[in-house]
């Protein structure tokens, strides 16, 4: 079913050159537009989903912890949160993030020790070498 011109003027309005008041260039551009902004549609879900796994790696990587191993960690033991919201409570919440780190990395066998304890430790094995 063809659009009308009226309607091909309207959605063409904003356009550069002859695009804009051209009938026969108005519709292939706005044709076009629309291919694209069909195509954006799809790709903005695509943008979002790899912007929020970015930032779930970074701040696994400062726990020293990779993503795919956290996110492994997180099925085995049926955490069901969404990578937006694991991103958000990455960036507002680090402790909060931090806790779901530990308990991953808990439940695979490996318990982070505290930084400071372990910087304590080598500050007295140090001290009893000397």
């Not at 929020?52 to 696994?60: C, G, H, V, Y």
């Not at 949160?81 to 931090?98: D, G, I, W």
Request: overall charge positive; glycine content about 4%; proline content about 3%.
């Amino acid at each position: 079913m063809p659009i009308g011109k009226e309607k091909i003027f309207e959605m063409a309005k904003g356009f550069r050159g002859r695009a804009k008041n051209c009938i026969k260039i108005a519709r292939s551009r706005v044709e076009k537009a629309l291919q694209h902004a069909y195509r954006g549609r799809k790709e903005k879900k695509r943008d979002w989903r790899s912007l929020w796994i970015s930032r779930i790696n970074a701040a696994t990587r400062e726990h020293q912890m990779s993503y795919s191993r956290f996110i492994q960690g997180l099925y085995s033991q049926n955490i069901q949160m969404n990578r937006k919201v694991l991103s958000q409570l990455a960036m507002t919440e680090p402790y909060s993030f931090k806790a779901l780190v530990d308990q991953v990395r808990f439940m695979r066998g490996k318990p982070q020790e505290a930084p400071l304890e372990s910087f304590q430790r080598k500050a007295d094995s140090q001290q009893n070498s000397n």
